[in-house]
């Protein structure tokens, strides 16, 4: 394992550019773990992006992949994406930072296998337009939200959404839930309005 740590700003800024980060340790950087914009494309794999100061990965006009490893104990975000950003994460954990544990703002996001839990505000938070597919994991003990949608669209399918503060999904009048045979139990209230029943049963 690499271990990259106390650079005083971004261990990896990307601009416009593409890069490859591979059984390594991130930790411990004043600024953001990692930052990619301005059309930027990584791969993050098996790896550790923990203790930085603005938080794990920030994405702004970019486009990137989390497969395995872990995005953790972050004190902001733990992945923050804006400006028509898009984020595909594998088999990832994302647990246990002070703020969202993902954070769309007019981005995308597909999630698959993954674990988001323990983190101090929502486990996902969509505004302005955002788009999420869920499948097959696991939004737990978050402080506020598990899922939490702002004129925003997601389709959440076989995950397990369970001990959450606030909602367990939440979403405003002008978001869209759909989805099936998921597990929504043991939060604060397990839906919002807005969002149908049919979530929780099977196809």
């Excluded at 800024?13 to 591979?22: C, D, R």
Aim: hydrophobic share 35%; proline share 2%; charged share 10%.
């Amino acid at each position: 394992m690499i271990y990259i740590p106390h650079c005083p700003h971004k261990v990896l800024l990307l601009k416009n550019s593409p890069a490859s980060v591979t059984t390594s340790k991130i930790s411990g950087n004043q600024g953001w773990g990692i930052a990619a914009q301005d059309r930027s494309a990584m791969m993050v794999t098996d790896s550790i992006i923990s203790n930085n100061g603005l938080g794990g990965i920030s994405l702004i006009s970019a486009v990137a992949a989390l497969i395995g490893g872990e995005v953790s104990a972050n004190p902001a975000d733990g992945l923050a994406l804006s400006q028509r950003s898009a984020l595909m994460v594998i088999g990832a954990k994302v647990s246990g930072n002070q703020g969202n544990g993902i954070k769309l703002d007019s981005s995308a996001a597909s999630v698959r296998g993954a674990t988001i839990s323990g983190n101090g505000g929502h486990g996902l938070i969509l505004t302005t337009q955002s788009v999420l597919s869920l499948y097959q994991s696991t939004i737990s003990n978050n402080n506020q939200n598990g899922v939490h949608l702002e004129s925003s669209l997601a389709s959440i399918r076989i995950s397990q959404i369970v001990n959450n503060v606030g909602y367990g999904i939440f979403a405003d009048a002008n978001s869209t839930v759909a989805g099936y045979g998921n597990t929504v139990s043991g939060n604060g209230t397990d839906l919002s309005g807005n969002v149908p029943q049919s979530v929780t049963e099977k196809k």
